[in-house]
C-alpha cells in the first residue's frame, strides 16, 4: 500500500509517496509561500500534489502539519504561516484527490514516524520531541498516541522549567519553549541557535531533562527521541548533558532507564511523519 504523505512547516512544504514499510518512492518540495493569501498558499501545495495524481497509485493520505488545530485537522492554524486561519485542510485535499485524508500536529506526526518507522517499533510507552523553532512532542502511552481532550496532548515545551524564567508566547513564564527553542535561544542571546556557546547547549539540555523527568514521572515512559534543527544542531553536549541531568532529577526507581536519544529517523522525518499518521488512524 501507498501513502501520499505530506508535511506542512512554516518553512517548506513537502510532498512524498511512501510506501507502507516507509520506502520513499518520490519527494517533492517548495517554499512555504510568504502570501497571507489562503489560496496562494494552498495553490502551491496544491500543483506540487497533482503529479503524484497522474503517476502514482495510493489509497490515503496522511499530513504532519504545525499546530493548533481544531480536533482531527478539520481547520488548521499553523502559527508560523499567518494565512492559514481555520483553514479547512482536510476536506480541501479530500476534494482535491478523492481519498481519506488524515492529519496529526507535527510533533505527535513525528512521534508516529518513530513508532512505525523508527525506534519506536516495538515500543510500548516513549515520547518523540521537535526542538527546532519552538518545541513540541508527542506521546505513546501503552501503545497508543494520545491525543488528549482538545488533540493537543504532548505539548511539553509549556511544561515549566524555570520558575518565573522568561516570558513564553503562551503567556506563562518559565516554560521549556521560553527558554531552549531556536525563537527564545536568539531572543536571550542575542544570535541565532547555530551560534549557541557550547555551555548554552549544556544548560539547554539540562533544561530539557527537567522537563522529562517530571512528564516521565507521571507517565511512567522509558524513553526520548529529540529530532529538530536546534537540538541535532547541539549534538553531543546537549544530549550528554541532558541524560547526565536525568541522574539528578529522575530518581525514581521505575525511571532508572529514562534515557533521551536523537532521533533515529534522520533526514527522511518529513517524509515518514505524514505516512504514519494515515498508517496509524486508518
Ligand atoms: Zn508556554
Not at 133 to 145: E, F, M, N, P, R
Not at 155 to 178: K, S, W, Y
Request: hydrophobic share 45%; glycine share 12%.
Amino acid at each position: 500500500m501507498n501513502v501520499l504523505s505530506i508535511d506542512i512547516g512554516g518553512t517548506k512544504f513537502q510532498v512524498s509517496m511512501v510506501t507502507e514499510n516507509g520506502e520513499i518512492l518520490k519527494t517533492s518540495k517548495c517554499l512555504t509561500p510568504k502570501s497571507i493569501d489562503a489560496e496562494v498558499l494552498y495553490g502551491s501545495l496544491e500543483s506540487l500534489i497533482i503529479p503524484y495524481l497522474e503517476h502514482y497509485t495510493f489509497e490515503v493520505v496522511g499530513v504532519g502539519c504545525g499546530g493548533p488545530m481544531a480536533r482531527e485537522g478539520e481547520l488548521v492554524s499553523p502559527l508560523n504561516i499567518a494565512g492559514w486561519r481555520d483553514f479547512p485542510l482536510k476536506s480541501r485535499l479530500k476534494e482535491l484527490v478523492g481519498r481519506e485524508v488524515f492529519i496529526d500536529n507535527d510533533a505527535k506526526a513525528i512521534t508516529l514516524a518513530e513508532l512505525y518507522f523508527g525506534a519506536g517499533r516495538g515500543r510500548s510507552d516513549f515520547v518523540g520531541m521537535v526542538v527546532s523553532t519552538g518545541v513540541g512532542a508527542g506521546i505513546v502511552a501503552d501503545g497508543h498516541l494520545i491525543d488528549g481532550r482538545s488533540w493537543n496532548a504532548g505539548h511539553i515545551g509549556h511544561v515549566q522549567v524555570v520558575p518565573e524564567g522568561h516570558l513564553c508566547a503562551c503567556g506563562a513564564r518559565g516554560c521549556l519553549e521560553a527558554e531552549i527553542s531556536g525563537l527564545s535561544t536568539q531572543k536571550i542571546l542575542g544570535v541565532s541557535a547555530d551560534q549557541a556557546p557550547v555551555d548554552w547547549m549544556r544548560h539547554s539540555g539540562d533544561l530539557l531533562a527537567r522537563a522529562v523527568a517530571s512528564s516521565a514521572a507521571l507517565l511512567d515512559f522509558d524513553s526520548v527521541f529529540v529530532g529538530g534543527s536546534v537540538a541535532l544542531g547541539y549534538g553531543s553536549p546537549f544530549f550528554e548533558s541532558a541524560n547526565l541531568a536525568l541522574q539528578k532529577y529522575a530518581r525514581l526507581d521505575f525511571l532508572e532507564k529514562l534515557e533521551i536519544f536523537p532521533t533515529s529517523l534522520g533526514a527522511d522525518f518529513a517524509s515518514l511523519s505524514g505516512a504514519a499518521v494515515a498508517l496509524y488512524r486508518l
